[in-house]
């Protein structure tokens, strides 16, 4: 099975910096686009930046300039470097990857969440 797994989140004042990372296990025969999603409290989860394997990002326009996705292939990762932190920008932070499995196509994947509370 592929599992992914957060870290990094956390409580953060306002202004402040906070930097999330997902990594994917299991059998993995291929990677394709990454992203990082975020579901406020009583809210819809909704896309904060993807990155394709190619490496073109896009982002959100609220996080634009302020955050920064990444990904490493060969350790299966890809990371959020989150950066002038608003209250609004609380949620709980998903990673998402598209993984070549051993079915042999790419599915969806999810990781199980991880809160950031940026307080004012």
């Known amino acids: 099975q592929v599992q992914l797994v957060e870290s990094g989140g956390g409580l953060v004042q306002a202004g402040g910096s906070l930097g999330l990372s997902c990594v994917a296990s299991?059998?993995?025969?291929?990677?394709?686009?990454m992203g990082w999603y975020r579901q406020p409290p009583g809210k819809q989860r909704n896309l904060v930046a993807r990155?394709?394997?190619?490496?073109?990002?896009n982002y959100t326009e609220a996080v634009e300039g302020r955050f920064t996705i990444s990904r490493e292939d060969a350790k299966k990762t890809v990371d959020l470097q989150m950066n002038s932190l608003k209250p609004e920008d609380s949620a709980v932070y998903y990673c998402h990857q598209e993984i070549k499995a051993s079915t042999g196509w790419y599915g969806s994947y999810w990781g199980q969440g991880t809160q950031v509370t940026v307080s004012s």
């Open positions: 990155i394709t394997k190619d490496g073109s990002v």
């Open positions: 299991g059998s993995i025969f291929g990677l394709n686009t």
